[in-house]
């Protein structure tokens, strides 16, 4: 499954953007357009929510970008680094937010390259301005939004450029390993 080339379109098939859909605003019947772009009849009968054909096993699990994070496994030191900022609050607050969400892996390279260790990244004054320019607020870029290039201005202030060639989305120089991640505060 995990070699499939429509990977993502699957997944992106399971979720619907734009908007937070708690089971007791549904009504008998509804058409909703999914992330990847099709339309999906979402049914409620009682407390029995189904899309498509499919039942939902557990409506209503309410998540934050913090809380997608943490759940990944693979954000365990920009977790760290939003708790030692003081950011987590921010980022689970009204947004839209796009975050450009370091891995570990990516943290891992940069501590080699800045010959630093982790507990002096996470002492650096500047800690929450370094996190504030990985987050675009105010709206949600998703990926197949995105044109050849546009520039954004992030948290921080600064402005970033993002590319897109292909199915290969930049922040800067960054590649940004999974796009369209979605989640809501």
Sequence with gaps: ???????????????ISGSKVMSSALKAT???T?????????TKDGSVVKAGSATVGSADLACSNVDTAISNGGFTVLVEALQT????????GTGPFTVFAPTDAAFASLLAALKVTKAELLARAD?????????????KVMSSALKATQDVTTLEGSRLTVTKDGSVVKAGSATVGSADLACSN
């Design 1 to 15: 499954l995990l070699a499939r080339a429509d990977l993502a379109d699957i997944l992106k098939y399971h979720v």
């Design 127 to 139: 800690l929450a301005d370094i996190l504030k320019y990985h987050v675009i607020s105010g709206s």
């Design 34 to 42: 999914t992330l990847e772009g099709s339309s999906l009849t979402v």
């Design 30 to 32: 509804q058409d909703v």
């Design 85 to 92: 900022a003081n950011l987590v609050a921010a980022l689970n």
